[in-house]
């Protein structure tokens, strides 16, 4: 296609870091990746990738406008290169295992990650995941098959272009609510679907989930430090204060640290004792996605970095 990859891949996962003499990254070491569909911010991946690297990122996460035009991504590969920075998650063209997705819609939007999975190894993009729903409309068995079938086939796609894949559980009681049945909502059952889909098919591992499933108990923790090769991305907040876990809202999560009712840092610190190309990133919903989306993008980016700091330090 005319375009030089200005990546290498590691080690691990096959991610693909920037390529110059000394890198930071030399070593396959957990990555900070800025995602500005998690933080609502009002600016382009281009325009972040400066102020990403200026307050400590590693890694942007991509755009659908970065997959679905080509001389955009090309710049913002660009981008990347200038600042020093590697690609965080590639976004997905669908919610694939929402039970409302057809069967022909589901198949459509296979056929656009064909395309975009395509260019995304171009680019050097090498991390994805997707969500599974802790409720569906059959049976558990018949769900678990169903959505076996479906991963097989997206993880398919993603793996013959270099992208690892990740499974995200949703452990909230609302969540596991909105249908007739209850569905997995553990880190357990997360590793039962991709090992049933094969295919090397990993886990994201989001903090939130994790404390709304099995209420801050540390045996998912030390589960997936078991698995640590398996681990593609790790999403970090923190629960509403005055809140039960079962009253707990997944649309409504405050930043890591920011009440202490999950330990983010005991988690994360736990994960990087391992070598991961795992890619780490706040995701705190609103109320901050609607603050941040009226700050100055820079502003919002050097706050979240701030309280990545405290989280690893």
């Given at each position: 296609?005319?375009?030089?990859?200005?990546?290498?891949?590691?080690?691990?996962?096959?991610?693909?870091?920037?390529?110059?003499?000394?890198?930071?990254?030399?070593?396959?070491?957990?990555?900070?990746?800025?995602?500005?569909?998690?933080?609502?911010?009002?600016?382009?991946?281009?325009?972040?990738?400066?102020?990403?690297?200026?307050?400590?990122?590693?890694?942007?996460?991509?755009?659908?406008?970065?997959?679905?035009?080509?001389?955009?991504?090309?710049?913002?590969?660009?981008?990347?290169?200038?600042?020093?920075?590697?690609?965080?998650?590639?976004?997905?063209?669908?919610?694939?295992?929402?039970?409302?997705?057809?069967?022909?819609?589901?198949?459509?939007?296979?056929?656009?990650?064909?395309?975009?999975?395509?260019?995304?190894?171009?680019?050097?993009?090498?991390?994805?995941?997707?969500?599974?729903?802790?409720?569906?409309?059959?049976?558990?068995?018949?769900?678990?098959?169903?959505?076996?079938?479906?991963?097989?086939?997206?993880?398919?796609?993603?793996?013959?272009?270099?992208?690892?894949?990740?499974?995200?559980?949703?452990?909230?009681?609302?969540?596991?609510?909105?249908?007739?049945?209850?569905?997995?909502?553990?880190?357990?059952?997360?590793?039962?679907l991709a090992d049933a889909a094969g295919g090397g098919v990993g886990i994201a591992?989001?903090?939130?989930?994790?404390?709304?499933?099995?209420?801050?108990?540390?045996?998912?923790?030390?589960?997936?430090?078991?698995?640590?090769?398996?681990?593609?991305?790790?999403?970090?907040?923190?629960?509403?204060?005055?809140?039960?876990?079962?009253?707990?809202?997944?649309?409504?999560?405050?930043?890591?640290?920011?009440?202490?009712?999950?330990?983010?840092?005991?988690?994360?610190?736990?994960?990087?004792?391992?070598?991961?190309?795992?890619?780490?990133?706040?995701?705190?919903?609103?109320?901050?996605?609607?603050?941040?989306?009226?700050?100055?993008?820079?502003?919002?980016?050097?706050?979240?970095?701030?309280?990545?700091?405290?989280?690893?330090?």
């Amino acid at each position: 296609m005319g375009f030089e990859r200005p990546f290498r891949r590691t080690k691990t996962t096959g991610a693909f870091l920037p390529t110059e003499e000394g890198s930071p990254w030399e070593e396959s070491f957990m990555i900070r990746t800025l995602d500005a569909s998690m933080l609502g911010l009002s600016c382009s991946v281009e325009e972040a990738a400066p102020w990403a690297a200026k307050y400590g990122f590693q890694a942007v996460s991509a755009s659908r406008e970065v997959l679905e035009n080509r001389e955009v991504g090309k710049r913002t590969a660009a981008a990347l290169v200038e600042n020093g920075l590697s690609w965080g998650l590639m976004p997905m063209p669908a919610d694939f295992y929402h039970w409302g997705l057809t069967d022909s819609d589901f198949e459509k939007a296979l056929e656009i990650l064909r395309r975009e999975a395509d260019f995304a190894r171009v680019l050097g993009i090498s991390h994805a995941y997707n969500h599974v729903w802790s409720s569906g409309p059959r049976p558990f068995e018949e769900n678990f098959e169903w959505t076996v079938k479906r991963i097989r086939a997206v993880n398919g796609i993603l793996s013959e272009n270099g992208v690892s894949y990740g499974l995200e559980f949703l452990g909230p009681y609302e969540l596991r609510a909105l249908q007739p049945h209850e569905f997995i909502h553990s880190l357990s059952g997360a590793l039962a679907l991709a090992d049933a889909a094969g295919g090397g098919v990993g886990i994201a591992f989001d903090v939130y989930h994790w404390y709304c499933s099995q209420h801050g108990a540390w045996d998912d923790v030390m589960l997936m430090e078991q698995h640590m090769d398996r681990l593609v991305a790790v999403h970090l907040s923190d629960g509403v204060d005055g809140r039960a876990v079962e009253e707990q809202k997944d649309l409504e999560r405050r930043l890591p640290l920011e009440t202490g009712i999950i330990d983010s840092k005991g988690v994360l610190s736990r994960f990087l004792r391992h070598k991961s190309d795992a890619l780490y990133v706040a995701e705190p919903f609103d109320p901050w996605k609607s603050r941040f989306r009226e700050m100055e993008p820079e502003e919002a980016i050097r706050r979240v970095s701030a309280i990545l700091d405290k989280v690893v330090e």
